[in-house]
């Protein structure tokens, strides 16, 4: 009897875990996931919007630190494919 007892609370217990407090934190994970994509699709729009010029042509930035030779040999290679 008291085994039966002691399993029907447990039973309960991880009803309630599950249908109550893991729904819940998933929602709070959720809400911190879409807070930081918003913000990373903000910063993509702004510096998109800052690579267009005035005739609305889209350009690339060209990166800060300059290729090493190495590298800039191995695209050269692919460059003559095309």
Not at 64 to 74: D, E, F, K, Q, T
Request: with cysteine.
């Amino acid at each position: 009897m008291i085994i039966g007892v002691i399993i029907i609370i447990v039973v309960f217990a991880l009803l309630i875990f599950f249908t109550v407090v893991v729904p819940f934190t998933a929602e709070q994970g959720a809400e911190k996931r879409s807070d930081k994509l918003d913000v990373l699709v903000d910063d993509v729009v702004s510096q998109a919007k800052e690579n267009v010029n005035e005739t609305g042509k889209v350009f690339l930035k060209e990166p800060s630190v300059p290729m090493s030779p190495g590298l800039l040999a191995i695209e050269e290679r692919f460059d003559c494919e095309y």
